[in-house]
């Protein structure tokens, strides 16, 4: 982003949130009205889900659930868009007892435990701390979660858990700095607003590492794509956790909390966690096996010009254009091949903005006559890892990256 779009958004994002209160509560209960079906074309059926736009702030989304909120992007949405609009970016909270309405004046960021001093940080001094900014892709740890064979359980997600902005905010470094963090911190444990349903359930908490802590990189913001966040992105102010999946990337931050020890509470020591095996993969069925926190990101690479299953005008030349990302490092390229894996090209690459952001390719395949083709794109990142042609497969349906083959009828 050039300086004169930065100064822009910064005015933007400090008169809005500091006059703006938000309320949507009643709106947010009362969606339900819902409109055609999407097909997510999940292989284990029962894969047609509502659209609906009918959620505060948000225009038309795939209704995954309605209590808590879980809406996904539909994929022309990834099509038409490098930096997914704020009202189109997927939601997704643990606990139904989310905020509806922020008290901006009264809201504050508590930073305690291990720190000299400890701090209660106002949304008006946030605003005038040094800024950071960068694009990074959010996506949930179970996006294509729907895809897994076998089926496992949790939301059953399609493409669209996964949305690309420019962040603003305040590095988590420098607010751990004005407190002083003391010789001896191992961890820093991140809080918020929400609060679960269910009396003696945890409430969701999530922690880092205290180098990853303070890379500079991991923000507090208040600000996505030069606009405050919405309601159901974490208004007003959210951690961002570049390369990692979003379950970190904790919402309506309202507590920091620098620890001596690794967080031992529910949502680190017991969910999310992962096989420790290359790309998470188990075969299915296991149960003894190794775990840690989920953490970084994988490549990834979807076809977003042309639908699975789709039929389309013939033509010698099909266009293919889709979005990467690398994962926690850059794309290094994107490859096609449009005969089942047998050969690939090189895409073209559009612009970085920055490594952690969507990446646009495009392709052009040559068909010689009318028929099935089956497109698929891979992506490598420049860590050096390559998207597999396998899916990987564990008990919480995470990190899936294998190769997704979009076959179309030309006629
Ligand atoms: N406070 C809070 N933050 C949260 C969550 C939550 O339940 N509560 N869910 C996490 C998970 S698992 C995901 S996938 C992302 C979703 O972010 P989004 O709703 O802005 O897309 O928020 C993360 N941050
Ligand atoms: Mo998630």
Redesign the pocket.
Known sequence: MDRLDFEAARSVSRRRLLTAGISGGAALIAARALGADVDLRLPGGNSARPLTSDFPQKGEMILQRAR?VLLETPMEVFQHNLYTPNDR???????SD?PTSIDVDQYRIAISGHVERPLSISLAQLLRMPRVELAAV?Q???NSRGLFEPRVPGAQWGHG?M?NAKWMGVSLRHLLDLAGVRGGAVAVRIG???KPLVEGAPA?EKALGIDHARDGEVMLAFAMNGEQLPL???FPV?LVVPGW?????????NTIEVLTAPDDRYWMAKAYKIPDTPRAHVAPGTKDFPTVPINRMNPRSWITSIADGASYGYDPVLPVEGIAIGGDSGVARVEISGNGGRTWEPAMLGREDDRYGFRRFTARIGVPRPGRVQVMARCTNTAGETQPMEANWNPGGYMRNCVEPVTVALT
């Open positions: 808590p970016f997927y939601v997704r909270w643990h606990w989310m959010n949930c740890s179970g858990a949305g918020a607003l929400d969701f159901l992105n974490g959210r999946y979003s379950t970190y990337w904790m919402k309506t931050v």
